[in-house]
């Protein structure tokens, strides 16, 4: 089984619905990362999150919330989803080790469309 | 912003040649990671160079950094098809500044 999982792994949806895409891991990880892929842009940081109860912003936040409910499941939100949020989602987890290396493992992605 | 860009953003090699993708980046850094992706796929850890490390092997990939310079080389030898992926660095900074930034990207055709 994968070690870090993402549901759904494609979805379609319209303009002003909520939506939450799920990570799950099984590598006991602390940290967890929510990233979006957009064509061109590369990678670009929406939340993470260090242990449970520490949340941050990265540096695209806005539109998005995300809930922290165990070590292992870390959500993003889209509250009222608009066009321009239709990209590939990856969450990540990462093992931050002694001397400041912390190599990231991602999941699969999600395909999100809005219309 | 970006932290490090890549270059070329594409490349086209035919199979066996070698392949060079360069980073480069702008503020100092605690180590530089190379990750992989497959189309439209999770970006999978090729290797990681600390700051205080010139060169670093692993397998048919060889990775160089110049912190004079703000640059990094990754360079992958006797390319083949499974190879066509695109090829991003990452750097993480040091102190409280230690989550990573990626680059765009290089996509890496590798042609049989």
């Known amino acids: 089984d994968a070690d870090v999982t993402q549901t759904p792994r494609n979805r379609i949806t319209k303009t002003g619905k909520r939506i939450m895409l799920e990570c799950s891991q099984t590598?006991?990880?602390?940290?967890m990362y929510w990233y979006r892929q957009d064509p061109g842009l590369g990678l670009r940081l929406i939340y993470y999150?260090?242990?449970?109860?520490?949340?941050n912003k990265g540096e695209i936040s806005d539109g998005y919330s995300v809930s922290r409910q165990a070590q292992a499941k870390f959500s993003l939100s889209l509250e009222s989803a608009i066009p321009n949020q239709t990209a590939l989602y990856f969450c990540?987890?990462?093992?931050?080790?002694?001397?400041?290396?912390?190599?990231?493992?991602f999941g699969p992605g999600t395909r999100l469309t809005v219309l | 912003s970006q932290q490090g860009e890549e270059d070329p953003q594409a490349l086209s090699i035919q199979e066996g040649e070698n392949a060079t993708m360069n980073c480069s980046y702008k503020?100092?850094?605690?180590?530089l990671q190379w990750y992989r992706q497959n189309s439209g796929r999770g970006l999978v850890h090729l290797i990681l160079?600390?700051?205080?490390?010139r060169e670093k092997h692993s397998g048919r990939l060889r990775v160089t950094l110049d912190t004079s310079k703000k640059s990094s080389s990754l360079l992958i030898t006797a390319s083949r098809a499974a190879d066509t992926a695109s090829y991003f660095c990452?750097?993480?900074?040091?102190?409280?500044?230690?989550?990573?930034?990626f680059g765009k990207g290089t996509l890496l055709t590798v042609n049989p």
């Open positions: 990540a987890t990462s093992d931050y080790r002694a001397g400041g290396t912390d190599t990231q493992y």
């Open positions: 590598k006991g990880h602390d940290r």
């Open positions: 999150s260090f242990d449970v109860k520490d949340i």
């Open positions: 503020t100092s850094i605690n180590n």
């Open positions: 160079i600390r700051s205080n490390e």
């Open positions: 990452a750097t993480q900074g040091g102190g409280s500044n230690y989550k990573l930034t």
